[in-house]
Structures are given as C-alpha cells and as structure tokens.
C-alpha cells in the first residue's frame, strides 16, 4: 500500500514537471510569464502534448469550455468538461436551457481569455495641422459669391467644408436658380481660384445645396488613428467593420463586410493598393477577438502580408499540410481556395442540420447550447480570404484558380466567408465579367486611363484620382469619393507585437484537407496522426468514414477526428466529403487494409 502511494506520488509529480516543460515550448506564454503580466493558472496540456491556451481562471469556467481539441481555434468539442472523459453527452440527458443553467452560454472568447485587443495609442497620432486656414475659406467664398454675382446668379448661403483631400463649397441657391447655371461657370471658379481639379459636383443629397470642389494644394493625410479611434468606427455594430478612409466632407467612412459581402481593390501600381489592404486589416484586428476571425493570406510576391505570419496562430488559417501561414505559391493558393469551398460546403451542412440559415443565427443557437457539439457542430468563426495581387493566379494556364473564387464569392456570404482581392492590372483579362458580377464592392484608387476605370467602376472618374490613396468607393449603386487610411510600417509591426505577444492557439486555424484527386500528393507519414491506424481499421470495420465515429469510439476531439478522417482521404481509404452522407470507405475488409497499412509503415 505504503509502495503503491509512493509510485502515485512520482507519477504525479513527474506529470507536473512535463506540462511545465511543454508550456515552455510555446515562446509567447514564456514571454508574458516572464513580464509577470499572466495571473492565469499553469497551463493544461492537452491530450495531444500541445500547450493549452484556453487558461480560464477558475476550475468552474475551466468546466464550461471544452479543453479537449485546442489545436484549431473553432471549438467543435465538447463544451462541458473533457477529464474524466464523460460516457454520455450531457446533450443527451439535459435540454438547452439547462445546459445553459448549469454551464452558462457558451463563449469562444474563453478560448483566450485573457486576449487584448490592441489599443489606439499603438498607432500615430494625428499631427497635420489643416491643409487649409480659415483666411483661404474666406477668401474663396468671396471670391466665388463676387464671380457668381457678375453673372447675376443669386445665392442665399455659402459654406466651406475642409475635407482631407478637398474642401467642399456649399451654395445655398436663391429660388429660381438652376444647377446648369452654376456648372457652365465651373472653369471660371477654377480660374478665379487658381485651382486646377475644381469641380462643381451639383446636388448635395439631403440638402438644398449645390457643391463645388477644390483640391488642397497639399492634401492631409488620414491617420488610421483618425479612423479607428473615430466613434464612428469604435461604436460601429457591424460584424465585420471596415474602415476605408474618410469622405470629402470629412466623415469616417465603415462598411461592414459581411454585408459587401466581398471587396475587390484595383488601382496602377504605387497608388495606395496596399495600404489600403493593410488598413482594413487593421480595423479588423481592432474590433475582433482571435476566436471570431480568421484571415486566409495569398501572396504570391511573399511581400506585402509577410508582417502577418506573426499573428498567424492567432487570427491566420491555413490547410495543415501548408508550411507557412500565408500562402507564396499558386499550387498552394489553389488548394487552399480549393480546402476553403470544402469550408464552405461543411458550414452549409451544419446549417442545414441546425436549421439555420446564416452564421449569426447558426452561432446564436451554438452560443445557447441547442446545438451538440458531438455531431460536429462548433462556433464559426468569419473567415476573410485576402488576395494581393489576384493577376498572379489568373494565369492563362489556371482558371480553376477564377472558378474556385466565383464559388467562394457566390456562396461564401451565408457561412461567413468573404473575399477581398486586389490587383494592380485593371483590365478585363484580370477582372472578368463573372468576376465582376460576383463582387459588386470594388474600391478603385487612381489608374491611367478612363478605360481602366470603367472596368473597375463601370463608370470614369478613377483616372483623375491623385493618388497616395485617394479613392472611388462603389458598393455596385453609390459612388463615394473617399481618402483612404494611412497606415505605416511601423503601425503594422506595432499592432502586430502587441498581439503576438499574447497567449494564442497552438496553430493557425487548420482547414480541411484538399485532395487533388487528379495528381494525388505523396501522402507524407510524418504528418499522421497517431491514432491515425486505429481509426483507419474503425472506419474499415464500421464500414463508415465519418469523424463523429471516430470521435466517438476513440474518444477523440471532433477537430482531431476531422483531421484524421482528411488524412484517410488523403491515404486513400476513405473517398472525399459528400455534404451529409457519410465518406464511402475504399477497402472493403480489415486483411486487405491490413497489407495497406503495412506497405505505409
Ligand atoms: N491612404 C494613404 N494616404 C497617404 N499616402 C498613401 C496612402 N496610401 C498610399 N500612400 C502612399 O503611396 C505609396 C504606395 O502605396 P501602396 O504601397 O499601398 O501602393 P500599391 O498600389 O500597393 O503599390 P504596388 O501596386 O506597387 O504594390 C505609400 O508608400 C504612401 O507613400
């Protein structure tokens, strides 16, 4: 007896010692343990050896929220308690309500619980003083009442708007004047201005104003802070809110891109393309928690998003069999386009068994515990695919790169799922007439000529933008003529520091497994899971691919069952995902996997 509890005791300890060890393993704990700032207890380490993330403070929340499957960031396990293992699912026995009386809503921000979203003061403060003095606004409306006078059009007032690229005259006119009378003058008021780009824009919506334009000699630049600290943006109660700039009268200008649903970008090169991305990155990190949203990163040049790869266990999601994060080569951007529609597809099939049909409801019943997380159902988090530089993929050779995304973009909006593409090539080899029905957002900064415009905008005006980020918004009715968010370098990296120094998921988010099944890959074993045999031998004796199978039997996160289940594709022992019917299995008896399995090892 008195042996026995020494040999418990030194199995315990050593336990103890081996999670410790593993947590350090994970640089970011290691650093915020170091600065003292981590009040959380020692981190769990899951059944899988990795070091847990989910640190909630008390044993009571630590029972709330399933610590089961922590390698990807969507929690698909059980939300009740993972050790002991229970033998039946609490789903089983109590209904919605009482699970919510006994564990509380379900919150995926407990995934992270200590997660802090950046502060404002990381970015610059805005120090331009106005392109403009009141003297000057005096000055020109005179300047335009007197001019208006001679040619005996009479007005009843006359504002100035100080904007960031123009200022913005608003004339009042007295009864009976038409607008035509005002634009025949407007290469006069450019003169009397000496102000080349002055335009007479007409109507005000809204108002009984007629509006002319004139460009700053030196426009202000917009600092993203300008933006982001704006009510506007920190009030905003949009899903997924994007801040593109501000207009010419000088309000903040959010969209919410989950009701764009995408966004394409165009523009020559060096005329703010980049920025821009990087800016709505930006505004997305500031509003959501790393358990809301992930970003699918393609760029091929390996440049503009590279500072991201360092939040990638926290806000990116990649396919597991992609090294790096953010995807650098057009094979690689295919599958993950490709393992994205499978995303998709799933989704639609929770939807269809949860009766719901878009992610808000779907993840409304999810947080209320009306939906068992043992037949797969899991938080969703939105997913925002960025694409820099789309000409890179629509090679001549690839067009199943343009097909995939028209998918994406025609069906992607229900589950979550939303595009944003860029280029510098507006031309209509790059931007087709599908694509260009299926993304009615589209951003356009300066190009060359009218031709290039139109195929952006469907209209001109783009062409006499002046660049650093000056742009025309058009969500396929309006047309906003906007300046966009300056964000630099250095505001990037602060951001990024400041989220990466923070505990995160083990891994970026992981999607599921695509299988080209025209040129299978060498499926690599190292990459196997451990279990990985015996689920092949269940699904071979149950004769039924599917990962609640798997899950169950093997007492097995769902995440981890979904893995295993794509790794058996990717083997060639199950067939690929069929919406809800389940993956026919490929070897009809346990000998002649048996001599498979063999031949792997
Ligand atoms: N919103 C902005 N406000 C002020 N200046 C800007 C803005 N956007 C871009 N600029 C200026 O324009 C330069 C080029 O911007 P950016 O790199 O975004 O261009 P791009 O269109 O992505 O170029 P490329 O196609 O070559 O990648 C920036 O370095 C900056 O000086």
Redesign the pocket.
């Known amino acids: 007896m008195y042996i026995i509890a020494i040999i418990l005791f030194a199995i315990i300890v050593a336990v103890i010692i081996m999670s410790r060890n593993r947590s350090k393993t994970n640089n970011n704990s290691v650093e915020i343990e170091k600065k003292g700032k981590n009040n959380n207890p020692p981190n769990v380490t899951s059944k899988a050896g990795i070091p847990e993330p989910v640190l909630n403070s008390t044993l009571a929340q630590h029972l709330k929220q399933s610590t089961d499957d922590i390698t990807l960031s969507e929690h698909k396990a059980p939300i009740y308690n993972a050790s002991p293992e229970p033998k039946t699912s609490p789903f089983e026995t109590l209904t919605a309500s009482e699970l919510v009386e006994k564990f509380g809503l379900y919150d995926p921000k407990l995934d992270l619980p200590d997660y802090k979203y950046p502060p404002i003061d990381l970015l610059d403060t805005d120090l331009n003083s106005s392109p403009v003095n009141a003297g000057d606004l005096d000055n020109n409306k005179q300047r335009i009442v007197a001019l208006l006078n001679t040619h005996r059009i009479k007005i009843d007032a006359i504002k100035a708007t100080v904007g960031p690229t123009v200022s913005i005259y608003e004339i009042t006119p007295a009864t009976g004047v038409r607008i035509q009378q005002i634009k025949n003058l407007e290469t006069d008021i450019a003169l009397t201005l000496s102000s080349v780009g002055t335009k007479v824009i007409g109507h005000i919506p809204g108002t009984n104003n007629i509006g002319i334009e004139v460009p700053h000699s030196t426009p202000q630049?917009?600092s993203i802070q300008s933006v982001l600290g704006s009510h506007t943006f920190v009030d905003a109660s949009m899903q997924l809110p994007i801040c593109l700039?501000k207009t010419m009268d000088n309000k903040v200008f959010v969209k919410d891109l989950a009701t764009l649903p995408h966004l394409l970008i165009a523009?020559?090169?060096?005329?703010?393309?980049?920025?821009?991305l990087t800016?709505i990155i930006t505004s997305l990190l500031y509003k959501k928690h790393p358990a809301e949203l992930k970003f699918v990163m393609i760029d091929l040049n390996g440049i503009?998003l590279t500072p991201y790869s360092s939040i990638g266990n926290h806000f990116l999601a990649k396919t597991s069999s992609a090294k790096k994060a953010i995807v650098t080569s057009l094979d690689a951007a295919e599958s993950s386009l490709s393992s994205l529609c499978i995303e998709m597809d799933r989704r639609y099939s929770l939807f269809q068994d949860a009766q719901t049909r878009t992610i808000v409801d779907y993840n409304k019943k999810f947080v209320n515990r009306t939906l068992d997380p043992s037949s797969g159902n899991r938080y969703l988090s939105y997913i925002v695919i960025l694409i820099d530089e789309f000409a890179d993929l629509q090679t001549t050779t690839n067009k199943s790169i343009e097909q995939l995304v028209i998918r994406l973009a025609q069906r992607g909006r229900s589950v979550g799922i939303h595009l944003i593409i860029s280029t510098?090539r507006p031309s209509v080899k790059i931007i087709t007439g599908v694509i260009k029905s299926n993304i009615a957002s589209r951003l356009a900064?300066k190009v060359i000529t009218a031709i290039d415009s139109n195929t952006i905008l469907d209209t001109s005006g783009a062409e006499h933008l002046n660049?650093?980020?000056e742009a025309l918004f058009s969500d396929g009715i309006n047309i906003t003529h906007i300046?966009?968010?300056?964000v630099s370098s250095a505001e990037i990296e602060a951001v990024n520091s400041f989220i990466n120094h923070q505990h995160s998921y083990a891994t970026p988010m992981l999607l599921p497994e695509y299988i080209d099944s025209f040129a299978p890959k060498p499926f690599d074993s190292d990459d196997r899971d451990p279990m990985f045999e015996d689920a092949a031998r269940l699904v071979v004796l149950h004769q039924q691919g599917s990962p609640s199978l798997i899950q169950r039997k093997l007492k097995l996160g769902y995440n981890r069952a979904g893995r295993i289940v794509d790794q058996l594709e990717a083997a060639g022992i199950v067939g690929p995902f069929e919406g809800s019917k389940a993956r026919e299995v490929l070897y009809p008896d346990e000998y002649s996997l048996e001599r498979y399995l063999e031949g792997l090892n």
């Open positions: 630049l917009v700039g523009g020559t090169t060096g005329q703010g393309k980049s920025v821009a800016s503009e510098q900064l660049g650093n980020g300046q966009g968010g300056f």
